[in-house]
Structures are given as structure tokens and as C-alpha cells.
DNA sequence: TCTAGACATCTATAGACAGCATGTC
DNA sequence: CTATAGATGTCTAGA
């Protein structure tokens, strides 16, 4: 089919994709055309990574939109096209592929948690990009707009699997789908075993494809060959003894780069540092220059281990890539790599399922992971091990992809052949049926008056794909009543002969967006504390709560935790459990040492400091940081609404945890432009509130910024100074801070402790 | 007695959404 | 209950 073929779009698309060199569409993407994603007709689209989805959600919505304003006819249609993503990075980048559009006249806007282009102006959007957590909550506030969807498309779809936050999706397009008849849904998912279960679920249509627009070949390298799927064998120059260190020489020699999927972020930092090795020769000058530019700012981002370490990696064209980076580490890496800067990333799977980065081989080393629950190492699913396939080959730029896995024995060579390069993925089975999940979604569903009586919850459960795909009739409805009960017990809720209502707390919990166990656990802490609970015992409730990932409590962190717990004891807030209730008390003090870490962030230390000691990395302090400013948000809201007196010791504390300041900063860090170390060394030099900043002697600011003539300008300028101006102006020595000195002073108090 | 290298033992384990109101080094 | 890489500790042979 060709792109002239098309019909239903607005004026000039079928020109405008000529343009940028599409003529023919891909096969799939006929199909999807054929089943009626023009025409408003629901779809499923199951098709490997990067074969044409997004122009199959970009037609969807185009032609929706055209629809629209066909209806609305002269003036502006005011239907808007909802696409749903897994993760906040990709919202801003599959908005900055949608920005193309602009030139049809439509506007694209992106929500997430983070970021939120408008508020209610988002439904003046065209075209919304938002995380399926956001677009749950814009229905739980009531955002009118969404009343005027005529296209919704759920990008990784399969992701419903998922226990964590698979129920999320699926109540949010149940929704969707209950409160708008007409509304076109379109489902993008990679390859799975029963897409025809969610076509079904969906009343869609549904294209089930294997095609690619690149050539993939998938094998398993074993002694000194690669096996491929076809029955050819490549034997490797011999050289290096390691199995992956092979494969990227051998990729090399060829001009091309290497992804490593390993299986901790240790691996992933060991096997960048032994593969620089191996990439550092195959360097030339230029870019070799290029590499240390990128080095230069990755140490810019902080002056952490892990940020040296990763820069002397990428020196010599190898990185490594996990969730505790900075995001702007992230970026840096996933941009290089895509110039062809560098050669090797060493990965855990967040580049699996995240941002576009493709290479020309894909070496899945550890297909074995560690999981407590279960005990020890688990197989990674195929679906997982086809997705990081999946990134094998970029189109338009390599001739070929090729994902290969290692075996280190001719029977596991075997099984990796059965397990994964043969197997068909897993199917997709819902997560619903969990307490935890609906514990969340039920009480939404009250709250926004989806369903007023348990019956009409029940009935609106039945719509979910879990009820399409279960035997167990009564299983959905017994933890249904059980979550009830639950919320019931908790106030959040009320029954009364099968009607249903929320309670004023209810409404507010729902609102706030976190599980009803985390709003339970903060209101009894809030409850027992007096009016001044410390920062420590606030940070230590929150911790505690469903919605906090807590620190992993390592050798010796036990006693080093019991101590804190009684010596602080009476600071903890709630009813503590004793050392003998096990798994409770260790989860006591892993809360204990999440508490700790945010405390010793409100205290100013150093953020390489505070990694060296909980053994994190600089994005797990930004990450727990986060939350714990969010859940601490929703802890003054319920202060607030509970009436104890509390409430402005709780808005303290998460302001210093913002900031990371003590609370002499909280004045300075208000400041544009001034974060917790411009604060810190601004107060040392006795410029103490924002007022000080435009009273005091400029020489003295300039000192104390360490002469930085710009800097000192902008802050001066963001205060409203009169003057901003540093032309001429002298910096004064004794304002100097001394640097490094003060800061292990600060952090000695806590030393003590450890 | 010292040291390099072989060998044994120990240790630790992926990811990341949400509210709200504005701005880091 | 399952594994494995890397760090650290211990042993041994050779000088």
C-alpha cells in the first residue's frame, strides 16, 4: 500500500510522509490500515520493536482528529488524541517525534508527574502524551477535557502484565472505554503469546506480525562461535579469553557497536571497565577528543564515584547504563552512543524498555536474575529476552542486527536455543486480582463515582481484561469484598446495604494518588505524634509505607540500625515492632536506613558522601528524594485534613528534604538560581536570607560564589537586586568558603554513628 | 621470611509511576 | 531451594 493511498487525514500528510522519504508503508502497518485505524476501528497491533508502530498510532490520531473536525465543521474540532506511555522519558520523546505534526495545526502536549504542559489547558492539546499513572489520576481529579477523547493509544500494552503497574493501565482503559462508547482505542504491544486475548478484551482488530524492516539474526556464541538461528556458524578471531570482550572485538573490527544486557549494576559498571580495554584501541584521535568533552560533563553532573568512574569508561568509548545514574548521566551516555561515540554499553534492562537506542549487536550475557521472592536466580522471560533483541539493528544505518546470548556449555547452548531463540513469547495475563492493586483502583472507582454500589463495581470489573481472562468466577469478587472491608476498616469508605460512598479522607487519598495502606500507615503515625515530630521520624513514616522503595539492608546494617532505632527511639512515630517479630523489624530498619539517608540529605552532607555510605548511586538519592517530598506532600494534606497539630512541622521537613538544606537555608534556597551549596556558602559568609542578598556588599556574594562573575549575577538578578552587575567588582577573600574543610565537619556528628 | 599467583570463601543482587508549584552546580 | 562476578582472604611453591 502506498502512502498516497491514504484517505481520512488532514490535507498534505500522505505528501508530508513522502517527503521525509516513506512511499510504500511497511506490511504491518498496511494491515493496520486495512483492519480500519483510519476509519476509527479499535486495533491491537502485537509487532516487533521499531517496524512502523508509530506510525500506526500517528495515522490513528491524525485521522481521529480529521474526523473531528469534519463533525465540528469551520470551527476548531476540540477533540484531542490521548497516547499512553510507560515511562516520563518517553513521554517527552515520543512528544518531540510528535512535534512534526505541528505543521497540520495541532498542538502536542505532554503530562506526566513532573512535568505538565497546562493544566486544564492540556484538553486545548491536539494530541496529549501522558504516563498511564497521570491519565489515572487526571480521571481521579475530574479534568473535564477528557471527556472529549476521540483516540486513545497505549503504547506497550503489554506491559498490563506487569504486577506492580500493569492494573494501572487496565482500569485507566477501562475507564476510558465505559465512560466513551465511541472511543477509538488502539494497542501497541510487542510480540506475545495470546495478543488475540487483548484484541478480544478490546473489541479490536488486531494485526499479529513478525515482521521487521531490518534483517535480525539471533544466535548463541559457545567456545569460539557464534550458532545462529539459521544453522550458520561464525567463528571469532581468537584473541581476548572473555566471551562478551570477543564478541565486541569482533563487532568492532566491523565498524559497529555492542549492547550488553547484564544482570546487577555491578556487572554492568565491571563489565564497562573491563570492555574500555578493549574499545580504547579501536579509537582515533577525533573522536577520542569528542570522548573527553562528553567525560568532561558527565563529572559535571556530580563528583560522585559512579560518575568517574562512568566518565573514565566513556574515555575509552565504553559506558555503563543503570537506574542509579543520574538522569543526566543517562542522556549523556544513551546521545554518545547514539553518535557512534561510544562503542560498548554495559546495561541492566532499563535500556530495554526504555529510549531509543539501537546497535548493531545485542549480547544478552546474563539471562539468569536474582529474585528474592522466589529465592535465588530466575530465567528472564523470552518476552523480556525478545525485547532486548529487539534493539539489535538500526534501520537505515546497519546492514543487519544480530542478538546473540552466551553459553558457557554445550547443554546450555541447547537450552538457550529452546528457551529463547525458538520460544514464542509468554502470554499476557492480567495482575488485577491483587489486594494491593485494587486496593487503589476500588476506592478511584468509589471516589470518582464510577461505582456507587457493589454491585455496579463488580459490573464495571467485569470490563477489565483480568475478568476476560480468569475461571475462577468468584476470586475477583472475594478480594473485591476484602478490599472493602479494608477500606472500610480504614475510613476511607463507607457501606450501606451495597451502596457505596467515600468518605472526605477517601476522596482525598484517591486524589493524592497513593495506595490507601500508605495513607493508613501516615495517618496512624501522624496521630500518635505530638505537634513537633522530628524530620527523622516523618522521614522514617513515609519510608515505611507501600509507596517507598526502601534501602536494601546490607551485612552489618543490622546492628548498625538496631542501635539507631533505640537510640532514637522515641522519635520513630507509630507502634514499633520488637526485634523478635522478624521480617517486620527488619523491615522496621530498612525504613530506619531509607529515614537515615534522607535526614543526612536535609542535613547538607555531601551527595558523594551519602552514596559511599548507603552504597547507592547519585539517581537513587534524587529517586528516594522524590517520593519521599510526594508522600510527604500527601502527609500534610492529611495533617491538614485530620486536624492535628503537626501539619507545619510535616511542611518543614518535606521543604528541607526538597532542598536538602537545614532550615537556616530555607529562606536563601527560595532564591532563583541558589540550590543547597550556593545556600550553604552564601550563609557561611553571613549572607543569611534573600533580603541579605540584595543588602550586602556585592564583593562579599562574589566571594562567597567563588568568583563565578555570572552566577553571581543571575542570583543577584533573580532576588531583584538593583544592580546585578559584577563589572568592576572585587571579590572578597574572607568571604572565600574553604572548600571541602566544612563539609566533612557537617557530616562529623553523623560519623559517630557509623 | 617474603611474595606472586592459585585457589577458596564471602558478599550482594533490575526497574521507577504519582502531587504541587516553580527553578540546580 | 536454584547462580555468578568480583572482592577479599588464605594457602602454597619458589626464591
Known amino acids: 500500500m502506498k502512502v498516497t493511498d491514504l484517505s481520512g487525514l488532514p490535507d498534505g500528510v500522505p505528501a508530508h510522509l513522502q517527503n521525509q522519504g516513506v512511499e510504500e508503508l511497511y506490511p504491518p502497518q498496511a494491515e493496520a490500515v486495512e483492519a480500519g485505524v483510519t476509519e476509527g476501528r479499535n486495533l491491537v497491533a502485537s509487532v516487533p520493536t521499531a517496524s512502523g508502530k508509530t506510525l500506526v498510532a500517528k495515522l490513528a490520531m491524525l485521522s481521529s482528529i480529521e474526523r473531528s473536525r469534519q463533525r465540528g465543521r469551520g470551527g476548531d474540532g476540540n477533540g484531542t488524541a490521548l497516547y499512553i506511555v510507560p515511562l516520563r522519558a518517553l513521554a517527552s520523546e515520543k512528544a518531540d517525534e510528535f512535534a512534526e505534526l505541528e505543521r497540520f495545526g495541532l498542538d502536542i502536549g505532554v503530562a506526566t508527574g513532573n512535568y505538565q504542559s497546562d493544566g486544564e489547558w492540556l484538553g486545548d492539546n ?80 488486531l494485526v499479529d506480525s513478525t515482521w521487521r524492516p531490518i534483517d535480525l539474526q539471533t544466535g548463541v556464541h559457545y567456545g569460539n562461535a557464534i550458532h545462529f538461528d539459521d544453522g550458520s556458524q561464525r567463528e571469532l578471531a ?129 539471562w539468569q536474575r536474582y529474585d528474592g521472592t522466589a529465592g535465588g536466580m530466575q530465567p528472564l522471560s523470552a518476552l523480556e529476552v525478545h525485547q532486548m533483541f529487539g534493539r539489535a539493528g538500526r534501520p537505515g544505518l546497519d546492514p ?68 476476560s481472562q480468569t475461571d475462577e468466577a468468584g476470586r475477583l469478587e472475594s478480594v473485591t469484598d476484602n478490599v472493602l472491608a479494608y477500606l472500610d476498616r480504614n475510613g476511607f469508605l463507607e457501606r450501606e446495604d451495597g451502596g457505596l460512598t467515600a468518605t472526605r479522607t477517601g476522596h482525598l487519598v484517591s486524589q493524592l494518588y497513593v495506595d490507601p495502606m500508605s495513607a493508613a500507615e501516615i495517618i496512624h503515625g501522624l496521630e500518635d505524634a505530638g505537634a513537633e515530630p522530628s524530620a527523622l521520624g516523618l522521614y522514617h513514616l513515609v519510608s515505611r509505607t507501600p509507596d517507598m522503595y526502601r534501602l536494601y539492608l546490607r551485612s552489618g546494617d543490622d546492628e548498625t540500625y538496631t542501635e539507631i532505632a533505640y537510640d532514637r527511639e522515641d522519635e520513630l512515630l507509630g507502634h514499633a515492632p520488637t526485634e523478635f517479630e522478624e521480617g517486620e523489624w527488619e523491615d522496621w530498619l530498612s525504613a530506619l536506613k531509607t529515614a537515615k539517608l534522607l535526614e543526612d540529605w536535609a542535613d547538607e552532607l555531601d551527595e558523594d558522601r551519602i552514596t559511599e555510605r548507603y552504597g547507592v548511586g547519585p539517581g537513587d538519592i534524587r529517586g528516594k528524594v522524590d517520593t519521599a517530598e510526594w508522600l510527604l506532600h500527601a502527609a500534610e494534606r492529611l495533617a491538614a485534613e485530620l486536624d492535628v497539630a503537626s501539619t507545619t512541622a510535616v511542611r518543614e521537613a518535606r521543604i528541607r528534604v526538597k532542598h536538602g538544606v537545614s532550615e537556616e537555608l530555607l529562606d536563601l534556597v527560595r532564591a532563583e538560581n541558589v540550590g543547597r551549596k550556593r545556600a550553604r556558602r552564601l550563609y557561611d559568609a553571613g549572607v543569611e536570607t534573600r533580603q541579605d542578598l540584595r543588602e550586602a556588599p556585592k564583593s562579599t556574594v562574589l566571594g562567597a560564589l567563588r568568583g563565578r562573575e555570572k552566577t553571581a549575577e543571575n542570583v543577584l538578578e533573580g532576588v531583584g537586586h538593583p544592580a546585578p552587575s559584577m563589572d568592576d567588582v572585587e571579590r572578597d577573600e574572607a568571604a572565600i568558603p574553604e572548600d571541602d574543610g566544612r563539609d566533612e565537619n557537617r557530616a562529623q556528628a553523623n560519623l559517630e554513628d557509623f
Open 126 to 205: 491536539d494530541v496529549v502524551v501522558a504516563t498511564s499513572e497521570k491519565v489515572d489520576s487526571l480521571i481521579r481529579n475530574g479534568a473535564t477535557w477528557m471527556q472529549d477523547l476521540d483516540c486513545v493509544v497505549a503504547d506497550e500494552v503489554h506491559l498490563v502484565d506487569d504486577a506492580q503497574r500493569g492494573p494501572t493501565l487496565e482500569v485507566t482503559l477501562a475507564k476510558l472505554r465505559q465512560r466513551l462508547p465511541d472511543l477509538q482505542v488502539v494497542a501497541l504491544s510487542a510480540t506475545v503469546g495470546n495478543a488475540e486475548a487483548v484484541a478480544d478484551w478490546l473489541d479490536a482488530a
Open 238 to 366: 581468537v584473541g581476548s579469553k572473555n566471551q562478551t570482550a570477543a564478541i565486541v572485538e569482533d563487532t568492532l573490527a566491523d565498524d559497529g557497536s555492542t549492547l550488553v544486557f547484564v544482570n546487577s549494576r555491578r556487572n554492568a559498571e565491571a563489565s564497562a571497565r573491563r570492555l574500555a580495554s578493549v574499545t580504547g584501541g579501536a579509537i582515533d584521535a577525533e573522536d577520542r577528543e569528542r570522548l573527553r568533552e562528553v567525560a568532561g560533563r558527565i563529572r559535571e553532573v556530580s563528583d560522585t564515584e559512579t560518575s568517574e568512574d562512568l566518565a573514565a569508561a566513556v574515555e575509552q568509548g565504553a559506558a555503563f547504563h543503570h537506574a542509579g545514574l543520574a538522569s543526566e548521566h543517562r542522556s549523556l551516555v544513551e546521545e554518545a552512543f547514539r553518535d557512534r561515540l561510544i562503542r560498548v554499553i554495559s546495561a541492566t534492562p532499563t535500556l530495554a524498555a526504555g529510549v531509543n537506542t539501537p546497535s548493531r549487536r545485542v549480547v544478552v550475557r546474563d
Open 400 to 467: 543487519y542486527g544480530e542478538a546473540l546470548l552466551l553459553a558457557s556449555s554445550h547443554g546450555e547452548l541447547e537450552e538457550l536455543f529452546d528457551r529463547y531463540i525458538y520460544a514464542d513469547p509468554e502470554p499476557v495475563r492480567s495482575k488485577l486480582a491483587a489486594e494491593p492493586a485494587l486496593r487503589t483502583h476500588v476506592l478511584a472507582t468509589v471516589a470518582t463515582g464510577f461505582a456507587t454500589t457493589r454491585s455496579a463495581l463488580l459490573e464495571f470489573l467485569q470490563e477489565t481484561l483480568y475478568a
